[in-house]
């Protein structure tokens, strides 16, 4: 939970308006509904009922959607294919009320001291020319006091909030303490999402071999593996512990290429819904968008980062389905699922989650069918998005103890990690001592195998070649010796290693 303090210190940042820790947030309550959108269903226009739940203008869902589609235009094009954000020329264009505007202006204001009109319009991600008209409504009111021209030629004043202006802010942050780069409607949202998604960016052969390059696997598998991943499906990987699952996602997980877009915050229903997140999202220096290249027309409420890879484990709790609303920041965090648009969503460990696994994959993988999610708000209004990335999962359960048919039909791509073989094996503990810089004498590996794979009560898995180097290694240490992997050596690792592994060997082919 952020408190007063934390936000001061962030928004004090000119550089990094949206820096924050993140954190789990309590969610509200996921709302659901059976009415599918006619600006994201690509089958049918279904109506919404008369009953349907009106948004922050007070229109209807049938309302919304029309005034959506009206506002739905073509995106231009950049010369490498990709959506050329334009900036908002006038308050119209931003389709924020300059009440919220004006709010948002003197909470910058409160947190940077007194600031310049350029560094009020950095903040704010929005032209020069609104930020002017901004200033002029509050100098008029007296909200704001002209300090000083920081530059006689451009006419640049530094400007500073008044006691009355003291007074406006203290009420703007009982509503909402959010106060970075404007936020942009849940239409054009909506709008900059669809338009990325008809681009699909397909997985290159580096990532697919970066994934698998640390490992040692049978030709069938790696090439299961990498059909999987290229595919840009839901995948699982399945198979017992210690062979690799998580290291291939996490692998592939950093070697995402390409790049995407996404807005530091959307704002929906009276409500601000913080989507960047500098712990996850890596952005990218674009100098054609740049203002130096006399291409200041980029709209700076959204930011070019790279293709969004998330990584879940055990640690996820129910909270992190849906949107976690901040009491006290009194603005929303956009779920990890809505973070990794347009990107890979990984769960590692699945299954071992705070969360049953039926209900997190009827939560993401329903969505992901049908192109569109709906998020919950604590007030009961329901946010409707366009839908698209890669989810991938790895478990060491038994996969029909994890989904039943009908959601594991969602999954198209299932692969089995499995066990290595006696040479597969041979070359994972030749290449940890290599690794670990480990001299083996001759016929070693060989023994060492043997050893490993005649033991009824084993069932030799990928990361125990790890485990045998690293003992090998202390116990070298605590005899005062140089390591080196031999029959004897060997056999007094063995020992350490082998008891405790029968103890706790379980899992079944």
Same mark, same amino acid.
């Given at each position: 939970?952020?408190?007063?303090?934390?936000?001061?210190?962030?928004?004090?940042?000119?550089?990094?308006?949206?820096?924050?820790?993140?954190?789990?947030?309590?969610?509200?309550?996921?709302?659901?509904?059976?009415?599918?959108?006619?600006?994201?269903?690509?089958?049918?226009?279904?109506?919404?009922?008369?009953?349907?739940?009106?948004?922050?203008?007070?229109?209807?869902?049938?309302?919304?959607?029309?005034?959506?589609?009206?506002?739905?235009?073509?995106?231009?094009?950049?010369?490498?294919?990709?959506?050329?954000?334009?900036?908002?020329?006038?308050?119209?264009?931003?389709? $924020?009320?300059?009440?919220?505007?004006?709010?948002?202006?003197?909470?910058?204001?409160?947190?940077?001291?007194?600031?310049?009109?350029?560094?009020?319009?950095?903040?704010?991600?929005?032209?020069?020319?609104?930020?002017?008209?901004?200033?002029?409504?509050?100098?008029?009111?007296?909200?704001?006091?002209?300090?000083?021209?920081?530059?006689?030629?451009?006419?640049?004043?530094?400007?500073?909030?008044?006691?009355?202006?003291?007074?406006?802010?203290?009420?703007?942050?009982?509503? @909402?303490?959010?106060?970075?780069?404007?936020?942009?409607?849940?239409?054009?949202?909506?709008?900059?999402?669809?338009?990325?998604?008809?681009?699909?960016?397909?997985?290159?052969?580096?990532?697919?071999?970066?994934?698998?390059?640390?490992?040692?696997?049978?030709?069938?598998?790696?090439?299961?593996?990498?059909?999987?991943?290229?595919?840009?499906?839901?995948?699982?990987?399945?198979?017992?512990?210690? %062979?690799?699952?998580?290291?291939?996602?996490? %692998?592939?997980?950093?070697?995402?290429?390409?790049?995407?877009?996404?807005?530091?915050?959307?704002?929906?229903?009276?409500?601000?819904?913080?989507?960047?997140?500098?712990?996850?999202?890596?952005?990218?220096?674009?100098?054609?968008?740049?203002?130096?290249?006399?291409?200041?027309?980029?709209?700076?409420?959204?930011?070019?980062?790279?293709?969004?890879?998330?990584?879940?484990?055990?640690?996820?709790?129910?909270?992190?389905?849906?949107?976690?609303?901040?009491?006290?920041?009194?603005?929303?965090?956009?779920?990890?699922?809505?973070?990794?648009? %347009?990107?890979?969503?990984?769960?590692?460990?699945?299954?071992?989650?705070?969360?049953?696994?039926?209900?997190?994959?009827?939560?993401?993988?329903?969505?992901?069918?049908?192109?569109?999610?709906?998020?919950?708000?604590?007030?009961?209004?329901?946010?409707?998005?366009?839908?698209?990335?890669?989810?991938?999962?790895?478990? %060491?359960?038994?996969?029909?103890?994890?989904?039943?048919?009908?959601?594991?039909?969602?999954?198209?791509?299932?692969?089995?990690?499995?066990?290595?073989?006696?040479?597969?094996?041979?070359?994972?503990?030749?290449?940890?001592?290599?690794?670990?810089?480990?001299?083996?004498?001759?016929?070693?590996?060989?023994?060492?195998?043997?050893?490993?794979?005649?033991?009824?009560?084993?069932?030799?898995?990928?990361?125990?070649?790890?485990?045998?180097?690293?003992?090998?290694?202390?116990?070298?240490?605590?005899?005062?010796?140089?390591?080196?992997?031999?029959?004897?050596?060997?056999?007094? @690792?063995?020992? $350490?290693?082998?008891?405790?592994?029968?103890?706790?060997?379980?899992?079944?082919?």
């Amino acid at each position: 939970m952020e408190t007063e303090s934390t936000l001061r210190d962030e928004s004090a940042n000119p550089d990094d308006d949206a820096a924050t820790r993140h954190e789990d947030r309590p969610a509200g309550e996921a709302l659901r509904t059976r009415v599918v959108p006619s600006f994201l269903s690509r089958d049918s226009a279904t109506e919404a009922p008369a009953d349907a739940p009106e948004d922050e203008h007070g229109d209807s869902m049938s309302q919304f959607i029309s005034r959506t589609m009206e506002t739905v235009a073509e995106v231009p094009q950049s010369d490498d294919g990709g959506p050329i954000l334009r900036a908002p020329s006038s308050f119209g264009e931003v389709g $924020l009320s300059k009440a919220f505007l004006t709010d948002l202006t003197l909470k910058i204001m409160h947190y940077s001291g007194a600031p310049s009109m350029s560094h009020l319009a950095k903040r704010l991600g929005l032209a020069g020319e609104i930020v002017s008209q901004i200033l002029e409504t509050l100098t008029e009111e007296r909200l704001v006091v002209i300090l000083s021209q920081s530059d006689l030629y451009t006419g640049n004043y530094r400007y500073r909030l008044s006691e009355k202006g003291q007074a406006r802010v203290s009420e703007a942050l009982e509503r @909402t303490r959010y106060a970075g780069p404007a936020p942009v409607t849940a239409e054009q949202y909506t709008r900059v999402m669809q338009k990325l998604f008809e681009e699909k960016q397909e997985v290159s052969r580096h990532e697919i071999t970066e994934a698998v390059k640390d490992l040692v696997l049978t030709s069938d598998v790696s090439d299961a593996v990498a059909r999987a991943l290229f595919s840009g499906k839901t995948t699982l990987l399945f198979g017992p512990s210690g %062979n690799g699952k998580s290291m291939i996602l996490e %692998n592939f997980a950093q070697a995402l290429d390409g790049h995407s877009y996404l807005p530091y915050a959307i704002y929906a229903y009276g409500q601000v819904i913080r989507v960047f997140d500098p712990s996850i999202h890596v952005p990218i220096d674009d100098d054609s968008d740049s203002e130096e290249n006399g291409k200041s027309d980029f709209d700076r409420r959204w930011i070019k980062v790279r293709r969004p890879a998330i990584i879940l484990g055990a640690e996820m709790d129910r909270g992190a389905l849906d949107l976690g609303y901040d009491p006290q920041a009194r603005f929303y965090q956009a779920p990890a699922h809505l973070k990794a648009q %347009n990107g890979v969503l990984v769960v590692d460990d699945f299954g071992r989650q705070r969360v049953t696994t039926t209900d997190l994959l009827t939560r993401w993988l329903i969505p992901l069918e049908r192109g569109w999610d709906s998020l919950g708000m604590v007030t009961g209004e329901k946010l409707t998005v366009p839908f698209r990335l890669q989810l991938l999962f790895g478990t %060491n359960a038994r996969v029909r103890e994890v989904a039943d048919d009908a959601l594991l039909r969602r999954i198209l791509y299932k692969v089995r990690i499995p066990n290595p073989d006696r040479a597969n094996f041979g070359e994972i503990l030749r290449r940890e001592c290599r690794a670990k810089t480990v001299p083996v004498e001759d016929d070693a590996i060989e023994y060492a195998v043997e050893k490993l794979f005649n033991e009824e009560t084993l069932k030799p898995r990928a990361s125990y070649a790890g485990n045998i180097v690293d003992i090998l290694l202390e116990n070298a240490a605590f005899d005062g010796v140089s390591p080196v992997l031999s029959r004897e050596s060997f056999d007094k @690792t063995f020992t $350490l290693f082998v008891t405790s592994e029968r103890e706790t060997e379980d899992f079944e082919d």
